[in-house]
């Protein structure tokens, strides 16, 4: 199968940067079939909500908090996600999930998570 790790959380105050990043490792030819990779969050007491995506092509979707302030991006050779983000809000506290997606969309695979915490 497909693993996924996750690095970057952290606490940082408001107005501040952080850099995520995921890698997926696992059996070749599964790590092959990916093609979605994206970021989700979830805040406590909220449900787990899409942050921002990147397909194998490089089409990216981010949710409309985040427009202007994330910037997903990926290194194919590495199967390996980002999430830079800039100008942090209180409201960005979360666990973020990295996740990735087959191009059947049959396979779906969720990181451990990582926890950023912003501060005002």
């Known amino acids: 199968q497909v693993q996924l790790a996750e690095s970057g959380g952290g606490l940082v105050q408001a107005g501040g940067s952080l850099r995520l990043s995921c890698a997926a490792s696992g059996m070749v030819f599964k790590i092959a079939t990916i093609n979605t990779m994206g970021w989700y969050r979830q805040a406590p007491g909220k449900q787990r909500e899409l942050v921002a995506t990147?397909?194998?092509?490089?089409?990216?979707n981010y949710a409309d908090s985040v427009k202007g302030r994330f910037t997903i991006s990926r290194d194919n050779a590495k199967t390996t996600v980002y999430l830079q983000m800039n100008s942090l809000k209180a409201e960005d506290t979360a666990v973020y999930y990295c996740?990735?997606?087959?191009?059947?969309?049959?396979?779906?695979?969720w990181g451990q998570g990582t926890r950023v915490t912003v501060s005002s």
């Open positions: 990147i397909t194998k092509g490089g089409s990216t």
């Open positions: 996740n990735a997606e087959t191009f059947s969309r049959r396979d779906n695979y």
